[in-house]
T-cell receptor
Framework: AQRVTQPEKLLSVFKGAPVELKCNYSYSGSPELFWYVQYSRQRLQLLLRHISRESIKGFTADLNKGETSFHLKKPFAQEEDSAMYYCALSYSSASKIIFGSGTRLSIRP | EADIYQTPRYLVIGTGKKITLECSQTMGHDKMYWYQQDPGMELHLIHYSYGVNSTEKGDLSSESTVSRIRTEHFPLTLESARPSHTSQYLC?????????FGSGTRLTVV
């Protein structure tokens, strides 16, 4: 069965330090992976998709099929990056998405 | 502005009451979804719809029901609310590429 695992519930780093939020998945098919973000008092929104291979707000994520991972990275954290981050996997023709349990990223000044 | 709207934002209701959570989108998306999320926990898919008159149950069993009579409208109903239904309910729609989420309804059943 498909599953998304985010092993860290909370990640706290200093401003300017590198950030890596971990995400592992299990899926027998060809996965489509996403990162969603929820800032304080805002709705959940798409941050990036693996097939776009783009950098959004300085974040990147590379799909590693060998390790079944899709870790989110940013070289220099900023205070406005503090938020809840969810890794997600899309499957089936209905475009259903399952989410990991989320990681709360806290950037210390 | 094309968007997805959920009402109410907050609802406190007594046990046994019937409630309907509203979700409407103006983006013309065929696919719509309901997720349930407890604080700090993952989102669980409880219902989804491919289009008008199409509804399916999600991965998490739920006592709620949904309907899709119009493309833009995907309400969720609880016939008899119970304290175990206390949670946040998120509605989303998709054009097949990514999801757009509503602001959610935080439901408390007392």
């Amino acid at each position: 069965a498909q599953r998304v695992t985010q092993p860290e519930k909370l990640l706290s780093v200093f401003k300017g330090a590198p950030v890596e939020l971990k995400c592992n998945y299990s899926y027998s098919g060809s996965p489509e992976l996403f990162w969603y973000v929820q800032y304080s008092r805002q709705r959940l929104q798409l941050l990036l998709r693996h097939i776009s291979r783009e950098s959004i707000k300085g974040f990147t994520a590379d799909l590693n099929k060998g390790e079944t991972s899709f870790h989110l990275k940013k070289p220099f954290a900023q205070e406005e990056d503090s938020a809840m981050y969810y890794c997600a996997l899309s499957y089936s023709s209905a475009s259903k998405i399952i989410f990991g349990s989320g990681t709360r990223l806290s950037i210390r000044p | 502005e094309a968007d997805i709207y959920q009402t109410p934002r907050y609802l406190v209701i007594g046990t046994g009451k019937k409630i309907t959570l509203e979700c409407s989108q103006t983006m013309g998306h065929d696919k719509m979804y309901w997720y349930q999320q407890d604080p700090g926990m993952e989102l669980h898919l409880i219902h989804y719809s491919y289009g008008v008159n199409s509804t399916e149950k999600g991965d998490l069993s739920s006592e709620s029901t949904v309907s899709r009579i119009r493309t833009e409208h995907f309400p969720l109903t609880l016939e008899s609310a119970r304290p175990s239904h206390t949670s946040q309910y998120l509605c989303a729609s998709s054009d097949g590429v990514g999801y757009t989420f509503g602001s959610g309804t935080r439901l408390t059943v007392v």
